[in-house]
């Protein structure tokens, strides 16, 4: 699968990952042994949080490399990295505040991914400013804090080319509302990222605290526009689905993590009617494929409606419109231009899968019809970073995370 020939492969414009928690890679596979009671999001964090009593800077930056590989491969050439892991084992900071953000910095300047990097802010257990629990000491800061950490990762980033910072106030679970509206004032440009309503639970808890659901309150507070990206939003009612649209904000849906916690469905066909904007992310890393993304995403709307073809306007190619749509949400959560260059992405326009195919129905073939990626050559900037399907420094990259695999397995 040497393809680059531009007379048979299918170009198309590098897709943006607009969310990943790169450590999590590490763990994929691993939670997916039935507990002794009800599995949930929950029981998942659980494990989640031991697997990072043991990770340190280099198992971070050697899992980030490698995730960051994949993306790749899979056809994205930039990551919104949604970065919380910020302490030491024992929850102090490490001597150098940003030394994890580094460490991902480090990560995307080895594999050559673009980075929208979002440090996030974290210091509550529940809503109302409940106090941190000890699976989340790694994370926690106060808002002085993040924004000296803030500053440190714009620092961190600047060598690399293209790379912004943005801020990412966890959830409505982890800041107060004084805190929402001090980072928002403190930064008051670029990319603003949450997580929002993507468990039941955290709905009834908000209910139960405020009175209102966690998009409805967050609304409210008049600060949410086109910079932000609420992540998830899976639990929303249609006047917050009409809500999130006319405030030009991008959700950012993540259907293959979402299935595998058992989050539940956006109601994608409302809110792309309402003109909403919507990106895809990897999440929790646990299987990186663009493709199967944003198939998952139409086959949860086929699937909770009991019909076909969801999410393309009539007559439209389902594969396009996801496509277009993906790299226009993630381009606004990503804080880039609307025609920024993403880089390039080749399919292998001989590939078997697309034979006799041609236009959009390659892009339905690829997203539908085919179990491999089809990708085989990558440029992001002016360099080449997958060739025949496989990234240039993939070998190096693989022996350091296997080494780290065997270490924290072990
Ligand atoms: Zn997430």
Same mark, same amino acid.
């Given at each position: ?5 531009? %007379? ?31 599995? #949930? ?84 257990? /529940? ?43 966890? #959830? ?11 980072? $928002? ?18 709905? %009834? ?41 006319? %405030?030009?904000?991008?959700? /950012? ?20 009617? %309402? ?13 990186? $494929? ?13 699937? #909770? ?52 195919? #041609? ?52």
């Amino acid at each position: 699968m040497t393809m680059t020939s531009s %007379a048979v492969a299918f170009r198309l414009p590098g897709m943006i990952n607009l969310h990943s928690h790169a450590f999590q890679r590490g763990m994929a596979g691993l939670t997916e042994r039935a507990g002794m009671g009800e599995d #949930s999001f929950w029981t998942w964090r659980e494990v989640m949080y031991r697997f990072i009593d043991r990770l340190t800077p280099d198992d971070v930056e050697a899992i980030a490399a490698m995730a960051y590989v994949e993306m790749l491969e899979a056809g994205y050439t930039r990551v919104c990295e949604f970065h919380y892991l910020h302490h030491d084992l024992d929850g102090r900071p490490y001597a150098n505040l940003a030394e994890m953000a580094e460490r991902i910095a480090a990560a995307a300047a080895t594999t050559g991914i673009g980075l929208t990097l979002l440090p996030v802010l974290y210091s509550h257990s /529940g809503f109302g400013g409940q106090p941190p629990v000890a699976g989340q000491r790694r994370f926690l800061n106060d808002t002085d804090r993040y924004l000296r950490l803030r500053e440190a990762t714009l620092a961190a980033v600047k060598a690399l080319p293209g790379a912004n910072v943005g801020i990412a106030p966890h #959830s409505l679970r982890a800041v107060t509302l004084d805190q929402l509206h001090a980072v $928002s004032n403190a930064v008051p440009a670029g990319p603003v990222h949450i997580h929002i309503a993507e468990q039941e639970k955290e709905v %009834a808890d908000c209910r139960a605290w405020s009175g209102r659901t966690p998009v409805e309150w967050l609304l409210g507070t008049g600060l949410v526009d086109a910079r932000w990206c609420l992540i998830h939003a899976t639990h929303v009612t249609p006047d917050e689905v009409a809500g999130m649209a006319a %405030a030009g904000a991008v959700v /950012g849906l993540c259907p293959i993590t979402e299935a595998n916690l058992g989050d539940g469905i956006f109601p994608a066909v409302p809110f792309i009617g %309402a003109s909403g904007r919507l990106g895809v992310g990897t999440d929790s890393n646990v299987l990186i $494929s663009l493709a199967e993304e944003l198939r998952t995403l139409e086959y949860g709307q086929r699937l #909770s409606s009991r019909q076909r073809t969801k999410l393309a306007p009539r007559g439209q190619s389902v594969g396009r419109t996801l496509f277009d749509l993906a790299l226009a949400g993630g381009r606004q959560a990503a804080g880039t231009a609307v025609d920024a260059d993403t880089g390039t992405v080749h399919l292998d326009g001989a590939a078997i899968e697309l034979a006799g195919r #041609s236009g959009d129905a390659r892009l339905d073939a690829w997203v539908f019809a085919s179990a491999r990626p089809l990708v085989c050559e990558v440029r992001v900037g002016d360099r080449r970073v997958v060739d025949g399907g496989r990234h240039i420094g993939r070998a190096a990259v693989e022996a350091r995370f296997a080494a780290v695999m065997t270490k924290l397995c072990g």
